[in-house]
């Protein structure tokens, strides 16, 4: 992903968790670190208020909004109060904040729906925060076989509908079967509509931050 933008003036709250309300728009309902989708984990209640510096090694950043992050509870919890380095691109371990590093230049996709590092750095915040658990391994498989599935059904159904059309043109069909044909050719356009739709929705949240309130 390139980079991500936090908003630059959110209004001023004195608990960190008042920010995930915000945090979960800025970075697209999304954990920065795995890439799970809110939709994927079960909502916003297994995502955290992430402090990029750790709260407990710089508590003055604890509610600083250019501190904060969006990140399912798993990441959180492996990265912990893990900070070795304020210059991980130099010391080649630490942690990269994916507001100031563009993690196109760190990651790739890897064998076998693993994320592979490009950097030192990378393969140490792979190492440490677990990004090639099973469970994101089986997600990212899930994407693209459904991604490959999307694009076979939409394919399917457009030929089909050529077909249909093609046979309309036929001059000499009788007006029964016509409005058999055409009543077929409607209901197929339908289904192409309902599965766009819903395909092109996929990453609508799911869940309300009210329904944990
Ligand atoms: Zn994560």
Redesign the pocket.
């Known amino acids: 992903m390139a980079l991500l933008h936090r908003r630059p003036n959110p209004p001023r709250h004195s608990s960190y968790q008042r920010y995930k309300a915000y945090l979960r728009e800025d970075f697209a309902y999304t954990?920065v670190?795995?890439g799970?989708h809110e939709n994927e984990a079960g909502g916003p209640r297994y995502f955290s208020v992430e402090h990029y510096r750790p709260k407990s090694r710089f508590p003055a950043l604890t509610t600083s909004y250019p501190n904060l992050l969006y990140?399912?509870g798993?990441?959180n919890s492996y990265k912990g109060d893990d900070w070795p380095s304020d210059d991980p691109l130099t010391d080649g371990e630490g942690y990269l904040d994916p507001c100031e590093h563009d993690f196109d230049q760190h990651f790739e996709p890897g064998r076998d729906f693993r994320v592979a590092g490009k950097t030192t750095v990378a393969d140490y915040m792979i190492r440490r925060m677990h990004l090639n658990r099973s469970m994101m391994r089986k997600i990212r498989r899930n994407r693209q076989e459904e991604a490959e599935l999307h694009q076979q059904f939409v394919a399917l159904v457009e030929r089909n509908l050529n077909l249909l059309s093609a046979a309309l043109g036929n001059a000499a069909l009788l007006p029964q079967q016509q409005s058999e044909l055409q009543q077929e050719l409607d209901t197929l356009q339908a289904q192409l509509q309902r599965r766009t739709a819903a395909w092109n929705e996929r990453w609508e949240p799911m869940f309300s931050m009210d329904d944990y309130r």
């Open positions: 954990c670190y795995c799970i990140a399912c798993v990441c």
